[in-house]
């Protein structure tokens, strides 16, 4: 079976810092067009935060996190990571871990094959 894990979310003051990282099981993160992080708020859509294309090793941030998150891809341990520094409170959400093998725009919700469960950031 394909498992994505999220970790590393919590609590942290505005200014603070965290790193996710999700874990891939039965999946080569490495052989996916795109893997990312996504957020969601109660009562809203899920968004888009930060991609990765293993292929080209290019990058894309939703405009609100630019310069301020990171996301790495280490392909030996099968692991991708989210680096959040300056952390705002309204980056308050569920972050979710996804991999995408279909060949289209990142960061789209509706082509993504595989989803972590979901890990709380909440900054205050």
């Known amino acids: 079976d394909v498992q994505l894990v999220e970790s590393g979310g919590g609590s942290v003051q505005a200014g603070g810092s965290l790193r996710l990282s999700c874990a891939g099981t039965?999946?080569?993160?490495?052989?996916?067009?795109?893997v990312g992080w996504f957020r969601q708020v109660p009562g809203k859509e899920r968004e888009g935060v930060a991609s990765?294309?293993?292929?080209?090793?290019?990058?894309a941030y939703a405009s609100s996190v630019r310069g301020r998150f990171s996301i790495s891809l280490d392909t030996a341990k099968n692991t991708v990571f989210l680096q959040m520094n300056s952390l705002k409170p309204e980056d308050t959400a569920t972050y979710y871990c996804?991999?995408?093998?279909?060949?289209?725009?990142?960061?789209?919700?509706?082509?993504?094959?595989?989803w972590g469960q979901g890990t709380q950031v909440t900054v205050s």
């Open positions: 039965g999946i080569h993160l490495s052989s996916a067009f795109c």
């Open positions: 990765i294309r293993p292929g080209a090793t290019t990058t």
């Open positions: 996804a991999a995408q093998f279909l060949e289209a725009s990142c960061a789209v919700v509706h082509a993504i094959d595989n």
